[in-house]
Structures are given as structure tokens and as C-alpha cells.
């Protein structure tokens, strides 16, 4: 195992799961912002946080599987991680699991794994040598 791959890519999934844990754990704040579906917009954006960090380990690991294969697997662990979140809210006094919050942390995983991916594959890409073109 590289030390270094550990440390910049498995590290801050295992941590960023291990807050989502623990901020699930405690009663909702009173000082969230009031407005409606403001708690769907932050579902949204953790997960998407969430979704950034698996598709970005998941690179860096030599797995056999395609682009496409990369990109499913990442938005389905921080899916089934959300679901996961919301039964465990479920047994957290004060707290209950809403399926609307499970669809927000679906959809934001799904858009940070693509929005990632799309960057990745936009801004990294080699640029072509001037005898790798084709004339017209």
C-alpha cells in the first residue's frame, strides 16, 4: 500500500464520513438558515462533497473497471452512505429520516461524482502532439 494514497485519498472520504456520522448523531441545529427546503439544499451540497472525494480516491486506485464503472460505483457508495445517514437519524432522538433528504443526498452525489469527473476529464486531458493530428 502506498502511504501517500492513503493518506490524500482514502483519509478524507474516512474522515468526511465519519463527520457526516457524527453531526447525524445530534439534534438539528436552531441557527440553520429558514427558508423552504434549505436543509434539502444542504443534503445537497454535503453529499456532492462527499460524492468529489470518493470519485477522486476511486481514481487513484489501479481498479479494472471503465470510466463509466468508476463514476457508478462512486455515486452509489455516497447514495447508499446517505440512506445509511437517515436510518441512523431515524434512531437519533430529535431527528427523523426523510426520504426527500435521501433524494438531495443522491442527487448531490451524483452531480459532484459528474461534475469531478467532467473537470477531470476537461481541464487534466493531454493536450494532442502536432503528429498526433490528422490532416483534413
Known amino acids: 500500500m502506498d502511504l501517500n494514497k492513503i493518506i490524500f485519498y482514502r483519509l478524507p472520504v474516512f474522515l468526511y464520513c465519519i463527520f457526516i456520522f457524527w453531526q447525524s448523531s445530534y439534534a438539528s441545529p436552531d441557527s440553520l438558515p429558514c427558508f ?20 477522486r480516491a476511486l481514481y487513484r486506485e489501479n481498479l479494472n473497471f471503465s470510466r463509466k464503472g468508476l463514476i457508478l460505483s462512486a455515486i452509489v ?60
Do not use: N, W
Request: net charge neutral; proline share 2%.
Open 77 to 136: 457508495f455516497s447514495a447508499l452512505y446517505g440512506l445509511s445517514d437517515e436510518i441512523h437519524q431515524s434512531c437519533v432522538s430529535q431527528r427523523s429520516a426523510e426520504a426527500l433528504d435521501v433524494a438531495a443526498d443522491a442527487l448531490g452525489s451524483a452531480a459532484g461524482v459528474l461534475i469531478y469527473s467532467l473537470g477531470k476529464e476537461t481541464f487534466l486531458k493531454k493536450p494532442q502532439s502536432a503528429a498526433g493530428k490528422t490532416k483534413q
Open 36 to 55: 423552504p427546503f434549505s436543509d434539502k439544499i444542504m443534503h445537497f451540497g454535503g453529499y456532492g462533497l462527499l460524492g468529489v472525494l470518493v470519485i
